[in-house]
T-cell receptor
Framework: NAGVTQTPKFQVLKTGQSMTLQCAQD?????MYWYRQDPGMGLRLIYY???????DKGEVPNGYNVSRLNKREFSLRLESAAPSQTSVYFC??????????????FGQGTRLTVV | AQSVTQLGSHVSVSEGALVLLRCNYS??????LFWYVQYPNQGLQLLLK??????LVKGINGFEAEFKKSETSFHLTKPSAHMSDAAEYFC????????????FGSGTKLNVKP
């Protein structure tokens, strides 16, 4: 049981480049989330998807787009990377499985540096 | 809407001493509350959760937390700190429905001194 898988684990981008962070979960969860973690600021919600086919903005959506490709996959795209987007990005999923999970399950994170 | 406040970005205790990490929440609906731990360069791992059953919740690694509605608090405690407890701890709140947003506090780094 892999849980939540994020790729890549590390990435360095130049300012203005684009990239997509991939996330997949195998727990049949309805909801999926993208967070960014910065020192002293905890985890801030970028976007979330309450169910397949829906996406909504979180606290810090500017500069990002998302796609809920299917129930398993939720990708985060940076169209034109900026140094302020240097962060650790976490994908999470919640609920809807056989055990009606209430807690968030996290991937291992993607460390992104924009130079 | 929900939000979480963690008091103290850094807490330092001696090995064997009581650990107390503070979390206060605000929520417009009966909340679900969680504590997560993050070890360096790793993802977040669930320590324990409150989902409207018993107000005293026991988690992994000897941690527990008590839901106090009157104080809107969900503080994390452990009677005796171990060196391996050194990590960052996050309190989180959700509305309990798996369609709700899941909000985190800013985190508390726990340092354990020998």
């Amino acid at each position: 049981n892999a849980g939540v898988t994020q790729t890549p684990k590390f990435q360095v981008l130049k300012t203005g480049q684009s990239m997509t962070l991939q996330c997949a979960q195998d727990m049949n969860h309805n909801s999926m989330y993208w967070y960014r973690q910065d020192p002293g600021m905890g985890l801030r919600l970028i976007y979330y998807s309450a169910s397949e086919g829906t996406t909504d903005k979180g606290e810090v959506p500017n500069g990002y787009n998302v796609s809920r490709l299917n129930k398993r996959e939720f990708s985060l795209r940076l169209e034109s990377a900026a140094p302020s987007q240097t962060s650790v990005y976490f994908c999470a999923s919640i609920g809807g499985g056989a055990f009606l999970d209430t807690e968030a399950f996290f991937g291992q994170g993607t460390r992104l540096t924009v130079v | 809407a929900q939000s979480v406040t963690q008091l103290g970005s850094h807490v330092s205790v001696s090995e064997g001493a009581l650990v107390l990490l503070r979390c206060n929440y605000s929520s417009s609906v009966p909340p679900y509350l969680f504590w997560y731990v993050q070890y360096p360069n790793q993802g977040l791992q669930l320590l324990l959760k409150y989902t409207s059953a018993a107000t005293l919740v026991k988690g992994i690694n000897g941690f527990e937390a008590e839901f106090k509605k009157s104080e809107t608090s969900f503080h994390l405690t452990k009677p005796s700190a171990h060196m391996s407890d050194a990590a960052e701890y996050f309190c989180a709140v959700s509305g309990g429905n798996n369609f709700n947003k899941f909000y985190f506090g800013s985190g508390t780094k726990l340092n354990v001194k020998p």
